[in-house]
Antibody, heavy 127, light 112 residues
């Protein structure tokens, strides 16, 4: 079964770029069944979707973060990555990676449920 | 401000039943499937309900989901102390060309 695990620095300085990687095991990142996504959760707050990527490289971003986000995929390593630029304290959060099942409804492919999720990694933005 | 609206908290006694609502619009809940996630403090969210009312393998039938129009509801019967967690609804929004995932703000369940 699919398992996902986040990795990357736990501390990033303001104005710098946050970089995280998610390693997928138990399945291929090149599967046509999934999008691969990033979701974050600021301390004590709710979930915020950041973006998804398909193994082909097609990306979908939250409009509120789009100008600062880049998600990429490395099929040879079964990994996908997140870069968030010009970070501030407001970007401090637990960052989760998750797989999102692709389903077709009325001829349109959409991202359905997120399952499974990685365990999450706390990234703190501070000088 | 979350796209989907949930009550911040609900509470009930052990053994009782509780419902958690999730309100949206025609561009999200009204025309798409709803999922529910359970997040025990300090852990990652876990899928609880998908496609409005289906349970993944291993989820007890004490948990149920329903949808009517632009609102969805999570029901939990026979409450246990282990059910204390935050619960999130999720779906996707079709207002843009590609369906983009959206979540509710979360509801904290307290089992008194």
């Amino acid at each position: 079964q699919l398992q996902l695990e986040e990795s990357g620095p736990g501390l990033v300085k303001p104005s710098e770029t946050l970089s995280l990687t998610c390693t997928v095991s138990g399945g291929s990142i090149s599967s046509s069944s999934y999008y691969w996504g990033w979701i974050r959760q600021p301390p004590g707050k709710g979930l915020e979707w950041i973006g998804n990527i398909y193994y082909s490289g097609s990306t979908y971003y939250n409009p509120s973060l789009k100008s600062r986000v880049t998600i990429s995929v490395d099929t040879s390593k079964n990994q996908f990555s997140l870069k968030l630029s010009s970070v501030t304290a407001a970007d401090t959060a637990v960052y989760y990676c998750a797989s999102s099942l692709r389903i077709t409804i009325f001829g349109v492919v959409v991202p359905a449920r997120f399952v499974p999720w990685g365990q999450g990694t706390l990234v703190t933005v501070s000088s | 401000q979350s796209v989907l609206t949930q009550p911040p908290s609900v509470s009930a006694a052990p053994g009782q039943k509780v419902t958690i609502s999730c309100s949206g619009s025609s561009s999200n809940i009204g025309n798409n499937y709803v999922s529910w996630y359970q997040q025990v403090p300090g852990t990652a969210p876990k899928l609880l309900i998908y496609d409005n009312n289906k349970r993944p393998s291993g989820i007890p039938d004490r948990f149920s989901g329903s949808k009517s129009g632009t609102a969805a509801t999570l029901g939990i019967t026979g409450l246990q102390t282990g059910d204390e967690a935050d619960y999130y609804c999720g779906t996707w929004d079709s207002s843009l060309s590609a369906g983009l995932p959206v979540f509710g703000g979360g509801t904290k369940l307290t089992v008194l």
